[in-house]
């Protein structure tokens, strides 16, 4: 494996992959340390095979210690949306598996999705009402999308087909009430969290925006073109 990373500085490493190719890229956030381990990486994707064996890792930084909004999103292929395969997480961040701080953002048994933030002593957790099923083809890419406003207490979720297209919300605005989020110092999981919800996709690009605007990108892996940013 290598590590890559802007203006030279090597930002992600990759190793103990199975198809690593001389030149391939991965991103993590802006003045993270080496140490990202992606397994089962495939050109112009993440594919990820519901495992332990298949993960990826982004090392801890203060940027990704997101303490209030936020927004998280990720373009993905799923063989069937409305099954995913229990509850697999897309994105996470949290110190433990009964999440006390951090967050993430997983599916729900029925293809809807989930968003759960840790607010320091207990998870707090807000539920898409539309399975993602309903707006999306099995086997097609999708974006899906969570935004919380801290300041509003609410959580939306999103979806749209194409890079281009306009979000739309999925379902209902959801109420999600905390004072902060707890800071974890645990590395950014992509397709896990925490040793288990092992996802079974694709996974295209994944961005984390430290608000519910997408003013403020923290982290941005678009495996399709082989970028890498924040």
């Not at 605005?173 to 694709?202: E, H, K, M, P």
């Not at 994944?206 to 970028?227: E, H, L, M, P």
């Amino acid at each position: 494996g290598g590590g890559w990373g802007n203006s030279g500085s090597p930002l992600v490493t990759v190793t103990n992959s199975t198809g690593i190719q001389a030149g391939d890229l991965c991103s993590g956030a802006v003045g993270i340390a080496p140490g990202t381990t992606f397994v089962s990486r495939q050109p112009g994707k993440l594919s990820f095979g519901g495992s332990a064996t298949s993960t990826a890792t982004v090392p801890d930084s203060v940027a990704l210690q997101l303490t209030s909004s936020l927004t998280l999103d990720a373009k993905l292929t799923l063989a069937n949306w409305g099954t995913p395969g229990g509850t697999p997480c897309i994105v996470s961040k949290s110190d433990a598996s009964t999440l006390t701080k951090g967050y993430y953002l997983r599916f729900q048994s029925n293809g809807g999705l989930t968003l759960a933030i840790g607010n320091g002593t207990t998870a707090i957790s807000a539920a898409s009402s539309v399975s993602l099923s309903t707006v999306f083809t099995n086997g097609v890419a999708g974006w899906v999308r969570v935004t919380w406003d801290q300041a509003a207490s609410q959580a939306k979720f999103w979806w749209r087909l194409l890079d281009a297209d306009p979000w739309t919300q999925l379902g209902t605005t959801q109420t999600l009430t905390a004072a902060s989020i707890g800071t974890s110092a645990s590395v950014l999981n992509i397709g896990s969290r925490f040793g288990g919800d092992f996802l079974t996709a694709d996974v295209l690009k994944a961005r984390i925006y430290s608000d519910a605007t997408q003013t403020t990108k923290v982290f941005d892996a678009d495996f399709t073109t082989n970028s890498t940013g924040a």
